[in-house]
């Protein structure tokens, strides 16, 4: 088996996501073949042990929390639990098959994080919006210092907030309102989100 090499430091180092010899990789397969076939749990601890560093040392660089890592270690490893019947040993092998699992799911969490962030931006300043709230002095404060934010922010920003938080429209329905792709009209809310938290934040 080829041994791939790159240069750290000014140093050649063997990549240690590769399998070391054919004997390992051979023994890989067989773990992972086991799993589809029987569900054989002791193949699977094997596997886990033997990929399980390796994957949370991808976590850590793709997210520099040790704790998001340890998710993309039990997550991925429960997908290849689940999925290894999917696993054809004639199209690669099953290094390179688990890693592709863990790189789509570490994909998969970080469109997750961004996902939760907007949320949480969106969740802060909802109930400033909601026209429900009573009307006591402060919240009315609130409310008016908020629609001032929003009235300044760029047209096409402004609408889409409007649209959604006062007008009670999903991104999809704004999206086919103003002939726009759903990306762009999530683009401009979570711009206009940010802009409007730091005008909170600065106050």
Same mark, same amino acid.
Request: overall charge neutral; aromatic content about 8%; hydrophobic content about 40%.
């Given at each position: 088996?080829?041994?791939?090499?790159?240069?750290?430091?000014?140093?050649?180092?063997?990549?240690?996501?590769?399998?070391?010899?054919?004997?390992?990789?051979?023994?890989?397969? !067989?773990?992972?073949?086991?799993?589809?076939?029987?569900?054989?749990?002791?193949?699977?601890?094997? #596997?886990?042990?033997?990929?399980?560093?390796?994957?949370?040392?991808?976590?850590?660089?793709?997210?520099?929390?040790?704790? #998001?890592?340890?998710? %993309?270690?039990?997550?991925?490893?429960? %997908?290849?639990?689940?999925?290894?019947?999917?696993?054809?040993?004639?199209?690669?092998?099953?290094?390179?098959?688990?890693?592709?699992?863990?790189?789509?799911?570490?994909?998969?969490?970080?469109?997750?994080?961004?996902?939760?962030?907007? @949320?949480?931006?969106?969740?802060?300043?909802?109930?400033?919006? @909601?026209?429900?709230?009573?009307?006591?002095? #402060?919240?009315?404060?609130?409310?008016?210092?908020?629609?001032?934010?929003?009235?300044?922010?760029?047209?096409?920003?402004?609408?889409?907030? +409007?649209?959604?938080?006062?007008? &009670?429209?999903?991104?999809?329905? %704004?999206? +086919?309102?103003?002939?726009?792709?759903? &990306?762009?009209?999530?683009?401009?809310?979570?711009? !206009?989100?940010?802009? %409007?938290?730091? +005008?909170?934040?600065?106050?």
């Amino acid at each position: 088996m080829q041994t791939h090499y790159v240069e750290v430091n000014n140093q050649v180092n063997p990549i240690q996501n590769q399998p070391d010899n054919d004997k390992e990789k051979a023994n890989l397969d !067989a773990w992972l073949l086991q799993v589809a076939s029987s569900q054989d749990k002791q193949a699977f601890s094997l #596997l886990f042990k033997w990929f399980a560093p390796k994957i949370r040392a991808y976590g850590i660089k793709k997210f520099n929390d040790p704790t #998001l890592a340890m998710d %993309l270690v039990q997550e991925t490893m429960t %997908l290849v639990w689940r999925k290894a019947a999917l696993f054809n040993q004639n199209k690669g092998n099953a290094s390179g098959w688990i890693f592709t699992v863990m790189r789509n799911h570490s994909f998969d969490m970080l469109r997750k994080i961004q996902s939760n962030k907007e @949320d949480t931006i969106s969740d802060e300043l909802w109930p400033l919006f @909601d026209k429900q709230v009573e009307s006591v002095e #402060l919240d009315w404060l609130e409310t008016r210092k908020l629609k001032k934010a929003v009235s300044v922010l760029p047209p096409n920003q402004r609408v889409v907030v +409007e649209g959604i938080y006062e007008q &009670g429209l999903t991104q999809q329905e %704004l999206s +086919e309102q103003l002939s726009e792709p759903i &990306g762009t009209i999530k683009s401009r809310l979570r711009l !206009a989100l940010t802009k %409007l938290r730091q +005008e909170y934040e600065h106050e």
